[in-house]
């Protein structure tokens, strides 16, 4: 599986281990190891091991620590290891998403290792593991995926709604509009599908609609029409 976060180029493979590369190819190597913890559906990930090595124009720094994108990294990885095997818009989606899953958990020759591997252990178990590194997922930064216009689904992003903790602002209601005009086009009932993706009550969902049209972000209800 392989990632594309901000500037860095980003490997992940079975066990749990990622490798980072800056796409502009000479800074530093910087190998994480996550591991999934919690009850099922509830996961989060947890950071077991870094092993980094310096690049030819740059010195290992606190700098460089700084620069790593780990929110984003397990941003993007709690989205496609812990909600979408669960939450995918389509079978096919959440089949892929259980099989990276299942694939980012298994064992391997590492997991029996007392210490963290070496640095040349790491780069011959990425080198060795290449042709296996499992399913092929195209995320953005914010965690969510893209869909290639297949199954009838809009092409472009899937949107993936997270409940506000206080009050319900302009910016949240245009991601709801958004949301609601793609789950309109794949047509699917928007209200449900949003309650979906963000495990909000349908009850609650209406209510943003409510308010997204009150404020003119969705235009007024059509007779006739279920929202």
Do not use: C
Request: avoid cysteine; glycine fraction near 8%; hydrophobic fraction near 40%.
């Amino acid at each position: 599986m392989a990632l594309g976060i901000d500037q860095w180029n980003v490997d992940v493979r079975p066990w749990g281990w990622l490798r980072l590369r800056e796409q502009s190819g000479d800074g530093p190597s910087v190998y994480l190891h996550y591991q999934l913890a919690g009850a099922e559906r509830q996961e989060r990930l947890e950071l077991q091991a870094v092993v980094m090595r310096s690049g030819e124009t740059e010195p290992l720094s606190g700098r460089l620590w700084r620069r790593i994108p780990l929110s984003q990294i397990e941003e993007t990885l709690t989205a496609l290891l812990v909600q979408m095997p669960f939450k995918a818009p389509t079978e096919s989606a959440a089949l892929g998403a259980m099989q990276a899953r299942e694939s980012f958990m298994e064992g391997s020759d590492l997991s029996d290792a007392e210490a963290p591997p070496t640095l040349d252990e790491l780069d011959k178990y990425f080198e060795e593991t290449e042709d296996i590194a499992t399913v092929f997922f195209k995320p953005i930064p914010s965690g969510s995926l893209v869909s290639d216009g297949t199954e009838g689904l809009p092409a472009g992003k899937v949107p993936q709604i997270t409940p506000p903790d206080g009050r319900i602002t302009d910016a949240f209601l245009g991601d709801v509009a958004e949301a609601y005009r793609w789950f309109t086009e794949a047509k699917r009932p928007p209200a449900p599908a949003i309650s979906e993706v963000s495990g909000a009550p349908v009850r609650t969902v209406h209510r943003w609609i409510y308010e997204a049209r009150k404020r003119g972000i969705l235009p007024p209800a059509r007779t006739g029409r279920a929202g």
